[in-house]
């Protein structure tokens, strides 16, 4: 499992607790080969890069973290309940971009929040970043199409020049 040590930040938590650790796994992951010292370097750029990536300081929010359609339920009366947290405090930005990078949820859950909790501009450019890690996770895991995923969403956040 990655860390989930308390830091000061959510930039110190994302970068030390999460894509640093993932970088390290994805150098070890015999599966991706070529790409694995390219991804790695990847999640190790946008770490020395997050505080200016990461969009405006805000108190940490209590987080699912892995809050995609398959781990959300709606019961008979409509109700819907989400299972398999793995919880941490961090920027309420990352559930919400977990959320889109598996679609499942419609457009009025989206509409609904901002109305209860606006976000602050610039948030949809955020998304990738709040997605390195679970596309990360998912590389390591299950290879397939998620390093291309993850090289997309690096580029998209700016962070093109990196090497091994």
């Given amino acids: 499992g990655l860390p989930n040590e308390p830091c000061a930040t959510w930039v110190e938590f994302y970068a030390t ?27 190790e750029a946008a770490a020395d890069r997050l505080a200016e990536l990461a969009g405006p300081v805000e108190p ?37 971009a977990m959320m889109r990078l598996f679609g499942g949820f419609s457009a009025a859950a ?24 679970p596309l990360a996770v998912h590389a390591i895991k299950f290879g397939g199409a998620y390093p291309g995923s993850l090289t997309r969403a690096l580029r998209s956040l700016g962070v093109r020049r990196y090497s091994p």
């Fill in 17 to 43: 607790q999460r894509l640093l650790p993932l970088a390290r796994l994805l150098r070890d992951a015999p599966h991706l080969a070529g790409d694995a010292p390219t991804l790695a370097a990847g999640l």
């Fill in 60 to 96: 940490p929010a209590r987080l699912h973290g892995d809050l995609w359609a398959g781990n959300r339920i709606v019961d008979v009366a409509g109700t819907s309940w989400l299972i398999d947290p793995a919880c941490f405090g961090g920027h309420r930005e990352f559930d919400l």
């Fill in 110 to 133: 989206f509409d609904a929040y901002g109305e209860a909790s606006p976000l602050a501009a610039g948030w949809e450019a955020r998304v990738p970043l709040h997605q390195l890690a």
